[in-house]
């Protein structure tokens, strides 16, 4: 090896040795040599939400989920964590499990371009989250679209597994000004159940044409409310209803030729079919499933405070130390105490 080299790998070496935060920096720094830490934040109260005499029991298994998190990522490399209890949720059903979250944010640590020191975010894009008893941002529910007087929920496309459990995109994948985010979220809950059940092609067609026609008499009621003159109601009801017959036309027409056993399919959709339908699509092609509420799977006589099902969520951002939480996170996370918790 020439000295040339050799002054070369001197150089490269020297630009990757452990960070001093209180020290100058490159930008080259080898940012995982940064031992961060772990606190904890201040927590979001209940309010009326939770009874204060249950609160405890809450905090005892968000605790222990807690501690099944940081054990997946024990030492934060080049960034800083935090985490807090959320004693707040969307109560799935009314009279149901109480619904809250353990959430936990990952600051990375860079080198300022200007004062060239370490300098670490004020706001991150890094998350990790544990939904317990409520779907946030794991199913996106349809308000207007219910089967069997059920409300109906979006899920987004699944993207593989993780430790045997189906693994979906979270809705945080985008670019924007603060860089590019992606994300991933995995259900747990009993073994061979779930609160959600898929909806069928013949259930989502009707419920499709059931909503379309709801909409079609909300604005005919409107028309003939307002105060335009017979002839103008007239023609702008004979408008709304041609409109309808156009969207509902492909439904309709599917409906109609359907045999028995494509009806009992699940529905996969893409976001456009949902709104206006064409046709179906298969998963592998890209089709998101449309599932409705099982609330046969929420049991009465299990105490409310009990996680029923929770959603773990995390998401994270190109970078050195945001992905690298993202291998460690995937890579060492373990459901199996959360599953034990269940119904406890």
């Known amino acids: 090896m020439t000295m ?25 720094d080898d940012l995982l040599a940064i031992k961060g830490k772990w606190t904890v934040r201040t927590d979001i109260p209940p309010g009326q939400s939770i009874p204060a005499s249950v609160v405890p029991n809450v905090s005892e298994r968000i605790d222990r989920i807690a501690q099944v998190f940081r054990a997946a990522f024990p030492e934060p490399r080049g960034m800083d964590a935090s985490s807090y209890r959320d004693f707040t949720g969307p109560q799935l059903v009314q009279g149901g499990p109480f619904a809250y979250s353990w959430r936990s944010m990952y600051f990375p640590w860079s080198c300022n371009p ?4 370490f300098q670490l975010a004020g706001e991150t894009a890094t998350w990790a989250y544990a939904f317990v008893n409520h779907l946030t941002w794991f199913a996106e529910e349809q308000k207007n679209l219910q089967v069997g007087g059920q ?3 979006f899920l987004t496309k699944r993207v593989g ?9 979270g809705i945080h994948n985008q670019t924007s000004n603060t860089g ?3 994300s991933r979220a995995i259900l747990v809950t009993r073994p061979n159940r779930s609160p959600l059940k898929p909806v069928t092609r013949k259930e989502f067609l009707q419920a499709y044409l059931a909503t379309s026609e709801a909409q079609v008499a909300t604005m005919i009621a409107g028309i003939e409310a ?4 017979a002839t103008k109601k007239k023609t702008a009801i004979q408008q709304r209803r041609d409109q309808m017959t156009k969207i509902q036309a492909a439904a309709s027409a599917r409906l109609a030729r359907m045999s ?7 529905a996969y959709l893409t976001g456009a079919n949902l709104v206006q339908f064409a ?4 998963e592998a092609q890209g089709g998101r499933a449309l599932v409705r509420l099982d609330r046969g799977y929420l049991e009465a006589g299990v105490p409310k405070y009990a996680p029923q099902f929770v959603v773990v969520y995390w998401r994270w951002q190109k970078g050195v130390a945001s992905e690298n939480f993202r291998t460690e996170f995937e890579r060492r996370f373990d459901p199996g105490p959360i599953a034990k918790m269940l119904d406890h």
């Open 4 to 28: 040339t080299a050799l002054l070369m790998v001197g150089l490269l070496a020297a630009d990757r040795s452990p960070p001093t935060l209180g020290g100058p920096c490159t930008g080259r």
């Open 114 to 117: 200007k004062s060239h020191k």
């Open 151 to 153: 409300p109906t929920f």
């Open 161 to 169: 597994s993780l430790r045997g459990m189906p693994q979906y995109e």
């Open 180 to 182: 590019t985010t992606f």
């Open 226 to 229: 307002s105060s335009l003159d």
């Open 260 to 266: 028995a056993s494509e009806g009992e399919q699940a």
């Open 279 to 282: 046709d179906f699509t298969a």
